[in-house]
């Protein structure tokens, strides 16, 4: 696995209501060792969509991913084709809270002319059962480097994304709480967040058939200095080659002036 040139650093600008500011980082000056750039998809809350390309600072406007809101109820993997001689990557997309919207956005023939196209893709088989949790809790992109996995309440379903067929692994569970990365530099094991401590991370070995997964290791993460005041939102990991890992936490901070309930926001790395 390549070594990433650069980290691009997406943060929300709590002063003005749906801004973002996009800062690139070069790991090797400001975190000690090598970075690769992608090319970065935001999208608003009114389902507007842009690709962003940070090598040469070009945007390309993209066709609007769905209804206003509901992008914000998203989670994505990119998946390259070989296949594919022109822009080989595609991004797959789907509502982790619903498990509703399955789509993929690819650089396909769209009345003869080459552009970006959002695809609606089949929806996974415990969709239409009323009785399931459709919530998504964790997922990943396997080995073989074109099967998505998802996981939850439903059980574990993998989607191929070559067939577009559906199959179930097991009425199992994975053990991470949002996305999994496969690291092939350190024997094939997925990396993520613990799924009943999210504060921890784990490592699973996934391509063993379709057996329940073990936690093989884990490692104990950040501890807030006040555990009652901090509430921890959302954690993000990204493996930066090397055997070294970025891992990003945003906590809500409740402490109390006089008597009055302070909100405030706080934000862990390493």
Known sequence: MMPRRFLNLVMMDLRVSGSYWLSRMKPEEDLFYSSTPPRVVVADSAGH????????????ILPPINEAGESLSRISLRVTNPKRAVRPD????????????????????????????WLDLPEPPYFYDVK???????????????TICFS????????????QEWTKAGS?????????????????????FHGSNTENLIAVELDGGDARPKV??????FCPPHQNEWSLRKSSLLYLGNYRFCIAKWYVIYEYTMGLPLKRTAFSTW
């Open 172 to 192: 199992w569970t994975l053990p991470f709480s949002g996305r999994a990365l496969r690291v092939p530099e350190l024997c094939n094991l997925y990396f993520g």
């Open 49 to 60: 969509a842009l690709l962003y390309d940070a090598d040469d600072g070009s945007a390309e």
């Open 152 to 163: 939850g309440g439903f059980g574990t379903y993998c989607f191929d994304t070559d067939s």
């Open 132 to 146: 399931e949790d459709r919530t998504i809790h964790s997922h990943t992109l396997l080995g073989d480097g074109k």
């Open 90 to 117: 595609a991004l797959y997309t789907i509502n982790w809270s619903s498990s509703a919207n399955f789509k993929s956005l690819v650089y396909c023939n769209a009345a003869d002319v080459m552009a970006w196209r």
């Open 216 to 221: 093989l290791h884990r490692w104990r993460g």
